[in-house]
């Protein structure tokens, strides 16, 4: 039992001594911690006094800097003012001297004016009399003299003066030709392009012979189809890869190209998807028109230009006048109008701009019976073009009197770009005229919903209505249209007639 309570008083001996020992460490760490505080915020004290004094050494010195600053501009501006005083003491001393000299030259100057007058009051008495004795010799009075000198006078410059005036005419006359010359002939070397005449067949070319089955279809259905949707002929021979699309007009030939490209792409090639093809690609042909109009006003800076007429500006592009592309050929007359008018001082921007517009008459939606340029004359006006414009295009073919100054220099330029060599072909300008009066020819008969030349004019295909002709008018129609050919038309060879008449029964199950 004893060494029980021994061995627990033991116990807590042992556990008050530890903790007593506990107590003083934790008393000497806190004290150590307290001091290395204490220090570390004398060091922070230390570094913050030195970063002060450092900052206070540059602020004064940076203030220093800018007190000698401001004395050494007060020091210029006082060197300065005084330099100002000295020139300005020696302006006022010069003056002063100068105004001495002044007042002697006056005083010796008023001494002359006064014998002057007495001389001058001398030599009036002196002429006066000689006048007089001179009057009494001749027997005409001072004012008969005066008068039949001046007239003397009159004539003799009369004279110098034609002679003068008929010089300088001349003159005027050979640097005018002279001058004109060089401006044209600067205006066509800035311009120089190339000239190229269209053909009137394209080549569309196909990855093998089988896609060349398909295209022409069972018994040629397909492509006699294509030929009545698009009135481009379809050529089709043993020439490898290769089907030749020909036709006058650039705008069908570039319908049926498209429209066959994306048959053939698609793989699907039957009348009714051929008819669908064909309608889209012709609105997206107009959407491209509109487009290249837009674009070419772009290029050419031309701003402000009414909708329907950037559409027949981008209708250029298709249409040739004797062969030669109209849009590039106006094209280039816009920039040839420009260089000239910058060349004589005229207003370039309207220059440019009657010179593009100039044959927009060639390319309306319908044909009225007017020459082109009195077209696109009434054309520019009815889009709200500016008068002299206007002028500008009725006049390049002297159909109207030029009232400005723009109409010569578009007559010109337009000269200038068709007598290019090689710009321009005659005969096949009178060709497509020959191929577009047969189509008009047949389109003037009741019924006939279209008509298209085919075969470089030597076929004409006729579509027909089927509830307005029936199959004994359509012969009697095409006998009278072959008939009407020979009568009124001009033409190599024959001309076949093939009218197409054809019925459709459409319904749709709903």
Do not use: W
């Amino acid at each position: 039992m004893e060494s029980i309570i021994f061995g627990i008083v033991g116990i807590l001996a042992g556990a008050i001594i530890a903790v007593l020992i506990q107590s003083v460490l934790l008393k000497k760490r806190q004290e150590k911690i307290v001091k290395d505080a204490e220090k570390e915020g004398e060091n922070l004290k230390t570094n913050k006094i030195l970063q002060a004094k450092e900052k206070f050494l540059a602020l004064k010195e940076e203030h220093e800097k800018d007190i000698k600053d401001r004395e050494r501009k007060l020091q210029s501006a006082e060197d300065r003012v005084k330099a100002k005083e000295n020139t300005l003491s020696k302006k006022i001393e010069d003056a002063n001297r100068g105004e001495k000299q002044v007042e002697r030259l006056r005083e010796t100057l008023d001494a002359k004016v006064i014998a002057n007058d007495l001389k001058q009051t001398e030599l009036d008495k002196m002429h006066q009399k000689n006048v007089d004795e001179l009057s009494k010799v001749s027997g005409m009075s001072v004012e008969d003299a005066k008068a039949g000198l001046i007239e003397a006078l009159k004539d003799e410059a009369r004279t110098g003066a034609m002679a003068h005036i008929n010089e300088i005419v001349e003159d005027a006359k050979l640097n005018a030709n002279r001058e004109a010359k060089k401006i044209v002939i600067q205006t066509i070397q800035r311009v120089a392009s190339e000239q190229a005449v269209e053909n009137s067949v394209s080549v569309f070319n196909i990855e093998s012979d089988e896609v060349k089955g398909r295209i022409i279809g069972r018994e040629g259905r397909n492509i006699r189809a294509l030929e009545a949707a698009t009135g481009v002929e379809i050529i089709v021979d043993d020439t490898p890869e290769a089907i030749i699309l020909s036709c006058f007009d650039p705008v069908r030939r570039e319908i049926a190209r498209l429209a066959l490209h994306q048959l053939v792409s698609d793989g699907r090639i039957h009348p009714a998807r051929i008819e669908e093809v064909v309608a889209k690609t012709r609105k997206q042909l107009e959407e491209e028109i509109a487009e290249t109009g837009r674009r070419t006003c772009i290029d050419l800076g031309i701003h402000g230009l009414h909708a329907e007429l950037t559409r027949m500006v981008g209708r250029m592009k298709y249409r040739s006048s004797y062969g030669q592309n109209l849009l590039q050929h106006s094209r280039e007359v816009a920039n040839l109008c420009a260089i000239m008018a910058a060349d004589l001082g005229l207003n370039v921007k309207a220059a440019k701009r009657a010179g593009l517009l100039h044959d927009i008459g060639k390319v309306p939606d319908d044909s009225p019976e007017l020459p082109h340029a009195i077209l696109g004359m009434k054309m520019a006006e009815k889009y709200g073009e500016k008068p002299d414009i206007c002028n500008a295009i009725g006049a390049h073919h002297d159909e109207v009197e030029m009232t400005t100054m723009i109409s010569p220099i578009v007559q010109v330029c337009d000269a200038i770009s068709g007598a290019r060599p090689g710009a321009r072909r005659e005969v096949v300008e009178s060709y497509i005229k020959r191929i577009k009066e047969l189509e008009t020819l047949a389109m003037a008969y009741d019924g006939v919903s279209t008509a298209y030349a085919i075969q470089a004019g030597r076929e004409l295909r006729v579509l027909v209505e089927s509830d307005k002709v029936t199959d004994a008018q359509a012969d009697e129609l095409s006998f009278a249209i072959s008939q009407k050919i020979q009568t009124e038309m001009t033409y190599p060879g024959q001309v076949k007639v093939t009218l197409i008449r054809e019925k459709r029964a459409v319904n749709y199950a709903k």
